[in-house]
């Protein structure tokens, strides 16, 4: 499956294009990193960078982005309307597709971490990967901001990072990761300068003053325009909507003669908060998402059904063709694809038992192990899914030697060669699924020692399933062997297929203990 996130990087330069042209570049020569945005604010002195991609790629674009903000910006010499403490003031991870906010956290800690060692950054969590309650409020960690922090943090034990020495960086001060889900960044303008009104209607909004739940906000002088702003994020945009934040922000300005002049998206918004706004004010009737044509488009592409109901008999119609494949009169797929299918179901059943797990308060103690056996497991299941199909290839690589000509001497000796090089690899093949498989047995016998008791039975099938598709493929490999000329190879290749039925008989018996 794959596994994409967010990040959203702020910056505090919002008005040197170079400096932002220079962290940006930083990020992008990553590998399998997609720069999706870059807002730049002036009054604000605020970047805010939109990454998308593998969280693994993602991280590090991350990380390469903080060590250059660090080179480039001076806290000591910045000033601007937005809130502040780091030169890489705010780190985000957001779950997208294929991973969990939980992973999000993890990834988050770890990034954390790193940045100290590599920059001598200090590091406060927040939101999700918070370590502390009060601090999962990123408002809570940047009062004071830079310069106040700074101060307190020599005298007050509360204010010291999570990561790192009690000190701020002398320049880039310090820096707020974290894991949380897509958030909008949401600014209405007023038609007055008044600062004043535009914190009287943040104070009415926002959660934390007994307003809308999942609403922050705060006032925001915009010199440059002279007009106050009401700055907003929406922490679930689907509990709390952006056309219900609007028209409150009306409602309230009104109270004090004053009306908005316009509203702003910072970075990126996800297509169903403008269908849900879009949808409130046109009031159509009967709306559906699959009234949108992208959408209908997409969802004909991909097979994906846009009717939450018309999930139904989805798994089976996504295992049939396999199923039909492997059913039909034709040598492949055969034993060795389904033998690495099964080492990928043992992994995929390995990662439910490890993600539902490591969300139970009774396994809180090994969160960190669990998710470290999570990522261990998702790499499992796409080595093993991927052998599926490089089984099937390696078996129609002997047919196609066979095949070959052996009219002259000279064809009949390039054929057999040809022959004993392509049954090399359709032994070697499934001996890697059964080495994989072996392995992964193992992993999820420690799995048992750190999962929910609650999982039990379903770790029990994913061993049976991870013992069944390791000896499965070892048959595959003896039958292969048969027909190699070579005996050195062949005495080889049945000690390592011996030494792993050895692992498994040994593990095997203690299967339900």
């Not at 890489?88 to 954390?112: M, Y």
């Not at 009060?134 to 901001?145: A, D, K, S, W, Y």
């Not at 798994?315 to 389904?338: D, M, N, Q, R």
């Not at 056996?373 to 199909?389: K, S, T, Y």
């Amino acid at each position: 499956m794959k596994r994409l996130i967010e990040c959203v990087p702020n910056f505090s330069e919002g008005r040197d294009a170079t400096k932002v042209d220079a962290i940006v570049a930083s990020m992008s020569k990553v590998p399998g990193v997609y720069v999706l945005d870059r807002e730049m604010d002036a009054d604000h002195n605020r970047s805010v960078v939109t990454l998308a991609g593998d969280p693994d790629a993602v991280a590090e674009a991350a990380l390469l982005g903080v060590g250059k903000a660090m080179e480039l910006i001076d806290l000591t010499k910045h000033t601007g309307a937005h809130p502040r403490i780091g030169a890489t003031d705010v780190l985000p991870f957001i779950p997208i597709e294929g991973i969990a906010l939980e992973d999000c956290v993890a990834l988050a800690r770890r990034v954390g971490e790193e940045i100290w060692k590599r920059y001598r950054i200090p590091v406060y969590f927040y939101e999700a990967a918070a370590n502390r309650p009060e601090r999962t409020n990123l408002e809570n960690i940047r009062r004071g901001q830079f310069e106040g922090l700074r101060d307190e943090m020599k005298r007050d034990h509360n204010r010291l990072p999570d990561v790192g020495e009690p000190k701020l960086h002398p320049t880039a001060g310090a820096t707020v990761v974290g894991a949380r889900k897509f958030l909008i960044a949401y600014n209405v303008n007023l038609n007055t300068p008044d600062i004043g009104i535009a914190n009287k209607i943040a104070k009415a909004i926002r959660f934390s003053s007994g307003g809308l739940r999942y609403v922050k906000s705060m006032g925001v002088e915009l010199k440059a325009r002279n007009l106050a702003q009401v700055s907003i994020n929406l922490t679930d945009f689907e509990q709390t909507p952006m056309h219900r934040v609007y028209e409150m922000v009306k409602r309230e300005a009104a109270r004090y003669g004053a009306i908005p002049v316009g509203s702003e998206i910072v970075g990126l918004i996800p297509k169903k908060a403008i269908e849900m706004a879009a949808d409130y004010f046109l009031q159509v009737e009967n709306f559906s998402p699959a009234q949108v044509f992208e959408n209908k488009l997409q969802a004909v592409l991909t097979g994906q059904p846009l009717d939450p109901a018309a999930k139904e008999g989805k798994l089976a119609s996504l295992a049939e063709p396999f199923l039909e494949a492997v059913a039909a009169p034709t040598a492949t797929p055969g034993g060795g694809s389904v033998s690495a299918l099964a080492g990928a179901l043992a992994a995929s059943l390995g990662q439910m038992v490890a993600g539902l797990s490591r969300k139970k308060k009774s396994q809180a103690a090994f969160v960190n192990e669990l998710s470290e056996a999570l990522d261990q497991l998702r790499r499992n299941a796409a080595e093993l899914a991927e052998a599926i199909d490089r089984d099937a290839a390696a078996y129609d690589a002997v047919m196609a030697a066979y095949k070959l000509p052996q009219e002259s001497a000279e064809e009949k000796r390039l054929r057999a060669e040809a022959v004993q090089r392509a049954t090399r690899g359709a032994a070697e093949v499934p001996l890697q699924v059964a080495e994989r498989s072996v392995a992964l047995f193992a992993r999820l016998g420690h799995l048992a020692s750190i999962a929910a008791a609650s999982m039990k039975s379903d770790l029990e099938v994913a061993r049976f399933m991870a013992a069944a598709g390791a000896r499965g493929a070892l048959a595959n490999v003896e039958i292969n062997l048969d027909s190699i000329t070579d005996a050195n190879y062949v005495t080889s290749m049945r000690a390592k297929g011996a030494a792993l039925r050895e692992r498994l008989g040994e593990t095997s018996r203690s299967i339900s203990a």
